[in-house]
């Protein structure tokens, strides 16, 4: 998600929706729902440029190591679990400390760049219209 330092401003949403419409008129709930479709949009192409990332830093390990993909172990993923930081509950069912997923906490951080998103972009707009 973006940080709350980050969020869309509706101010902003309100401007670019002018500007490819100027003579159209737009309500404060059309502002908040456009704002909250922009937000979602930018989550989805981060987290799937993050896995582009991801998946060519795997391809650059490889090659200097100078092992094929079918040589290489695929670490096992933990079970489904939906997010990084899961609520553990004790024995009377209520909630306790959050704990890390390990399977992310091992995992190297890996910058997104710009290219990456141009790579999942098509895909990510058909699935937005």
């Known amino acids: ?27 404060n709930d059309t502002i908040v ?26 391809t650059k390990d490889v090659g200097k190591d100078g092992a094929s993909l079918s040589q290489m172990s695929m670490p096992s993923l933990p079970p489904s679990e939906s997010s990084d930081d899961d609520i553990m509950e004790d024995g009377g069912g ?19 760049r710009p290219d990456h998103i141009a790579r999942v972009a098509a895909e990510l707009l058909m699935d937005f219209s």
């Open 94 to 112: 209520r909630s306790g400390r959050k704990k890390r997923n390990a399977y992310s906490a091992d995992c190297a951080t890996t910058s997104i």
């Open 1 to 27: 998600m973006l940080p709350s330092d980050q969020t869309l401003e509706p101010g902003l949403v309100r401007k670019l929706l002018l500007r490819r419409h100027p003579d159209q008129r737009y309500g």
């Open 33 to 58: 729902a456009a704002t909250e479709l922009l937000r979602l949009f930018i989550v989805e192409a981060r987290q799937r440029a993050a896995i582009e990332a991801e998946c060519e830093a795997e």
